[in-house]
T-cell receptor
Framework: NAGVTQTPKFQVLKTGQSMTLQCAQD?????MYWYRQDPGMGLRLIYY???????DKGEVPNGYNVSRLNKREFSLRLESAAPSQTSVYFC????????????FGQGTRLTVV | SQKIEQNSEALNIQEGKTATLTCNYT??????LQWYRQDPGRGPVFLLL?????KEKRKERLKVTFDTTLKQSLFHITASQPADSATYLC????????FGKGTRLSVIA
């Protein structure tokens, strides 16, 4: 069982470059999430998709866009990367957007220079 | 704004003792709380969920309490082992989860 798969695992970008972080889940979950994790800041929600066809902003959405491509896939796009976006990014999914456990991917470590 | 606070950034305890981690929330009333474990370089892994109408939940050596009056959850690991060393995250919601910063637990043999 793959669970939640994120690609790439590591990425270095130059300031101003764009890139898309990919996330796919094979558990037939309805809800998907993107978090970023910085030292001393914990996990902060960027965007989430409660169900296919919907997306909503989280706590720190500025500088990011998302696409819920289908039920399995939820991508995060950085249009013009900034050093402040250097972080570890986690994708997660859950059966519903309610009181159920979330399953996390292994993370993408992004460095913007 | 909604806020989740895990009081201790780091906690060191002796093997065999009970570790107690604290999670406090302010400015809202979550319907449930969740606890996750995160090892270095890995994503968080779900441990326990407790609902607002439940006082206590147990799973093997783990116990979670939820006190809506104190706006607090306590997470206990009994008979702690070095393998329990990790960062533990508290998440509170309605939807979606808002996480605290985590507590890094070190169990010393």
């Amino acid at each position: 069982n793959a669970g939640v798969t994120q690609t790439p695992k590591f990425q270095v970008l130059k300031t101003g470059q764009s890139m898309t972080l990919q996330c796919a889940q094979d558990m037939n979950h309805n809800s998907m999430y993107w978090y970023r994790q910085d030292p001393g800041m914990g996990l902060r929600l960027i965007y989430y998709s409660a169900s296919e066809g919907t997306t909503d902003k989280g706590e720190v959405p500025n500088g990011y866009n998302v696409s819920r491509l289908n039920k399995r896939e939820f991508s995060l796009r950085l249009e013009s990367a900034a050093p402040s976006q250097t972080s570890v990014y986690f994708c997660a999914s859950s059966e519903t957007a309610g009181e159920v456990e979330a399953f996390f991917g292994q993370g993408t470590r992004l460095t913007v220079v | 704004s909604q806020k989740i606070e895990q009081n201790s950034e780091a906690l060191n305890i002796q093997e065999g003792k009970t570790a107690t981690l604290t999670c406090n929330y302010t400015n809202y009333s979550p319907a449930y709380l969740q606890w996750y474990r995160q090892d270095p370089g890995r994503g968080p892994v779900f441990l326990l969920l407790i609902r607002e109408n439940e006082k206590e939940k147990r799973k093997e050596r783990l116990k979670v309490t939820f006190d809506t009056t104190l706006k607090q959850s306590l997470f206990h690991i009994t008979a702690s082992q070095p393998a329990d060393s990790a960062t533990y995250l508290c998440g509170a919601g309605n939807t979606p989860l808002v996480f605290g910063k985590g507590t890094r637990l070190s169990v010393i043999a």
